[in-house]
């Protein structure tokens, strides 16, 4: 399922994490006309090791399967790693399709948060530990209240989820609090985030709803960090990589780059893009929710020793005990608990063979026909992965993709080998995952509407420009007038020019910049009601565009382009003073899921309120 994209860091062994909402349209048209300079193999690279099961998962015809997937330029590579257990025997499959560079090198066949938590809590119970609970705490465990843990940093806006929320809470997702996921800016640090979910509107009582939430995941791995003495990053590598010789797996870019196994990444718009989790900041606060980089050898022996019902990712045999070095991993309590379904996240079966489907600690399990399953999926920008098993059936598999296009290949090819494997009828089809790119530039929305010429007359729209913030996100957005000459818009402007039109901007719309870790481009024109008139007196209505421009484009093609992983367009409602031209702030609306805030004043239906702390020279 992609309504989840994002990957908790323990949940999945992943070529990337924590993602966004699926994108559904390019905002460059050009970007179409520059297709994916590259050539799918002719034949897919299939390995085996230790083979002794009967059957094999990636016959002739799934290979088949999976080369159509790469047709059409959306997707340049596929890799893929299958694990069975036999009798007490461990065999695996390893399958690439398509190339990992510009200059069309193949694919090489080459969850840990939770876990962590569980080595520290193992750690705390056996007198391993390096530092010193709080003194009002006895135990660390699973029900430890967030408080105790973090008492000067832990404030969520309702009091009882401050209080009372716990660690499963927390990594369940129950905490009340829905994504907010473009609250984190690229100069935050896992501190800084926690402190700012006081000021973030929580939807929802504690315990009340499944909502996904990465920032919770951050907060986890802060709590590692503070109470093992070591950053989470390497706490991970030493406790869980090095014990499992996962030799190939890093938090790292600039590992992940030297080894010369790190595959390039490619957008929706069959441009090749960069991994943006680089720098020791952004790879650290990132690392709870995910951005671990690894490959399909690693990430299937994490699979393959869950198939023991052992330990999460230690993967270890022997209840838990790495056979050959005779060492505790994880503690087995913790692998039930992450995998045991806690929270209840589609209550309705989504097709006839489906059950309904519950998440853990980083695991989505349901029943697929009647086979229990466990699973989850996401990706960021240039990458999308998906780690399921069948306790039952003895099978795992791990897919990794290089491109964050709608393909749907990281969720359709694990599908189409566990239909033939088990021998149930295919239910995903390409079909199902096809999804039209369109140009948000170009495309007709009414957002160009006369909004003046059927109602009262709006403020002009150059003085909405300035710097625009909130308690929870911080300076969120930079807005520019085209024909600002201010420093802090010269490259904000020349950023849009690329990729607009002809070069030419369009004179009744503010261009902008942010520090999103999603996006980093905005745009903001006014919106008008189906009529063609303003809400009401005293209301403007705009709309917000997001995206992340290359003004110089990059890889082997130097054309602009803008990306739109991370994309998003907000209906922006502000409050305005139209007989002094003066407006008191703006509230973004239906950032977050729904049910939608209700309320008299614009303030009250805001997910964020905004208002302006800059505009000289803008």
Known sequence: MRSSPSLEGFALVTLAALLHATPSRSLDARASQAPISLQVLESAQVSATNVCQTRTALTPEVSAYAKSLLVGGLLPGLSVGVVHLDNGSVSTEFGTWGNMTEDGDPVKPEAFLVSALGILMDDFANGRNATALPPTLTTLSWDTEVKALLPDDWQLDQEWATEKANLRDILTHVSGLTRHDASYSRSDTPMSLVRKMRHLRAKYELRQRWSY????????????STYSGTPFRDFVQERIFGPLDMTSTTYRANEAETSGLLSQGWGLEGRRIPYQFTGDTLSEFVAGAGGILSNTIDMVLAVYLHLLQTKWLAMLLNKGVDPHTNRTVVPRLTFDEMTTAHSVVDGSPPKPNRSIAGYGMGWMRLSVAGHDMITHNGGLRGFLTDVSFLPGDNIGIVTLTNSDSPHHAESLLPARIIEDYLGLPHSSTLTESAEESTSVLESGVPTDLDCSSDGPGGIAIEKYAGEWFSPGYGTLMTLCSPSSTAPACARILADWRSVAPDGQLAPDTLYGGTDRVWAQNLRMRRKCSTSGSRMKAGEELFV??????????????????????????????????????????????GMEEDPQWEGESIRERADVWLWKVASESF
């Open 213 to 224: 939430n990465n920032l919770m995941y951050i907060t986890g791995a802060h709590i590692v």
């Open 544 to 589: 917000v565009d997001s995206c992340t421009i290359f003004p110089e484009g990059y890889g082997r093609n130097s054309t602009a382009f803008a990306n739109m992983l991370g994309a998003q367009s907000w209906d922006v409602e502000c409050a305005v003073d139209d007989a002094r031209e003066e407006f008191v702030g703006c509230g973004i609306m």
